[in-house]
């Protein structure tokens, strides 16, 4: 059964420093990774997209990897923002079925 | 922007009564999930509908716990009788295929039972 781990549960970092939130799996036969955020009382949103063949995927100031050999996955968030205060979920799909695993978030908070 | 409608938002019900949450998946996505979140267990899985068929409820309450797709436009929900310990926010996702190109997400509907 997929285990999906997010490491650190929270973090606090002041506003422009760079940052890279870390996702683990433990079944390394997946077919994709999702990254989102979800904002407090808010539903989750898309951020970005990993298919299995793939290594990474970029959107503006996020950067998101995948080792599938090492079952791990990072986001990285360039020049942080207060507005980037969420908390991020990776989810993997490892079914071919559309149906993935979440992890539990990591809490981010950047301090103006 | 194409998205999931998720009705109603916000529902205060009181212990025993019949609650119904419905999802309008987007348009040509033709699976739909329901998840529910909660701030001890997360993220869980319920049960999820490929071509309106049901693929799984494992994660479902089968007792009380009911979910349709009447047609390819419309999911439903249903928990009768309701219990305080159904309070929590379900949402509804959609995707398109069977490979998964990712998920997309309702805004919630927010169930307080007292």
């Known amino acids: 059964k997929q285990e999906v781990t997010q490491i650190p549960a929270a973090l606090s970092v002041p506003e422009g420093e760079n940052l890279v939130l870390n996702c683990s799996f433990t079944?390394?036969?997946?077919?994709?990774l999702q990254w989102f955020r979800q904002d407090p009382g808010k539903g989750l949103t898309s951020l970005l997209l990993?298919?299995?063949?793939?290594r990474e995927q970029t959107s503006g100031r996020l950067n998101a990897s995948l080792d599938k050999s090492s079952g791990r996955s990072t986001l990285y968030i360039a020049a942080s923002q207060p507005g980037d205060s969420a908390t991020y979920l990776c989810?993997?799909?490892?079914?071919?079925?559309?149906?993935?695993?979440f992890g539990d978030g990591t809490t981010l908070t950047v301090k103006p | 922007d194409a998205r999931v409608t998720q009705t109603p938002r916000h529902k205060v019900t009181e212990m025993g009564q019949e609650v119904t949450m419905r999802c309008q998946p987007i348009l040509g996505h033709n699976t739909v999930f329901w998840y529910r979140q909660t701030m001890m267990q997360g993220l869980e899985l319920l049960a999820y509908?490929?071509?309106?068929?049901?693929?799984?409820d494992s994660g479902m309450p089968k007792d009380r716990f009911s979910a349709e797709m009447p047609d390819a436009t419309l999911a439903t929900l249903k928990i009768q009788p309701s219990e305080p310990r159904d309070s929590a926010v379900y949402f509804c996702?959609?995707?398109?295929?069977?490979?998964?190109?990712?998920?997309?997400f309702g805004s919630g509907t927010r169930l307080t039972v007292v």
């Open positions: 996702a959609s995707a398109e295929g069977a490979v998964g190109y990712g998920y997309t």
């Open positions: 990993i298919q299995s063949s793939q």
């Open positions: 989810a993997v799909d490892d079914t071919n079925a559309g149906k993935s695993t």
């Open positions: 079944d390394s036969a997946i077919y994709n």
């Open positions: 509908f490929r071509n309106r068929a049901p693929l799984d």
